[in-house]
């Protein structure tokens, strides 16, 4: 099996700063639509209060956003989870192997009030297909668009791929799901020790693996692979992260 640590959200260079902690919960803010296609701005998200504050005022309700990766509502039929990817970081994705039966934890910048900034998970998808949408029959590319994902109303690149799959966000910002290292920075990860040894895709440099089970992570980047194999120790990881965010 392999483990996607998934960056998404707002941070610096993507919105602005980071998303909000509210109330003991991770809300995250999807990146701006920018020239993209989008059906969904931040208001209908209830996102146009915080998306203003993380942006210093450059975006607000009315704005539209990249709504991705969607999590539909409890309630709705399988698959409840969607990520959209394409270009550069679909292809790696290819590269690595990643498909059906592995898992994206996603991550993103955070922060609590006047704390400092910090990574931690939030949100998960556990893959039950893989839509390839450029080749895919009209009648799922469009009922993908009603939902509003941004892949499915125009394609961004000719490998637009909707990632499809049981999956959640996390109703806690417990300190099991946080990644920063407590005095940070936030691009300094403390790590499961299997991790060191499965290895993680775009971290191969010897020098970034630190004392302590500690990842001094990338700067740039999307998706970083972990191929877990059958190692009990990694799956029981995922398997306690993914109970972690749904209770």
């Known amino acids: 099996m392999k483990i996607v640590f998934s960056r998404k959200g ?6 602005g700063g980071p998303s909000p902690v509210l109330d003991g919960r991770p809300v995250t803010l999807p990146i701006p639509a920018g020239r993209g296609p989008s059906a969904t701005r931040y208001g209908a998200l209830g ?8 942006s210093r005022g450059r975006l607000g309700a009315d704005d539209f956003a990249h709504h991705d990766p969607m999590f539909l509502p409890d309630g709705r039929a399988m698959p409840n989870a969607i990520l959209g990817q394409c270009g550069a970081a679909q292809t790696h994705l290819e590269r690595q192997g990643v498909g059906v039966g ?19 998970l939030f949100a998960w998808l556990r893959v039950a297909e893989v839509l390839h949408l450029p080749s895919a029959p009209a009648d799922r590319v469009a009922g993908l668009a009603k939902l509003g994902m941004p892949h499915a109303l125009g394609l961004h690149a000719g490998n637009d791929v909707a990632w499809l799959g049981q999956g959640g966000t996390a109703r806690r910002a417990s300190a099991m799901l946080r990644l920063t290292v407590p005095e940070g920075p936030p691009s ?3 790590v499961p020790a299997w991790l060191h040894a499965t290895g993680l895709s775009y971290h191969d440099k ?20 972990a191929d ?7 799956l029981d990881w995922v398997e306690r992260v993914i109970a972690e965010m749904a209770n």
């Open 10 to 15: 707002f941070d610096s260079a993507a919105g």
């Open 47 to 54: 996102l146009g209060e915080q998306v203003a504050l993380a």
């Open 102 to 120: 592995d898992v994206f934890v996603f991550f993103g910048l955070f922060r609590e009030g006047a704390a400092k900034p910090h990574h931690r």
């Open 188 to 190: 300094l990860w403390q």
């Open 206 to 225: 010897p020098g970034r693996w630190l004392p302590g089970n500690r990842l001094q992570s990338v700067s740039r980047g999307q998706e970083f692979v």
């Open 228 to 234: 877990v194999g059958q190692r009990k120790d990694a």
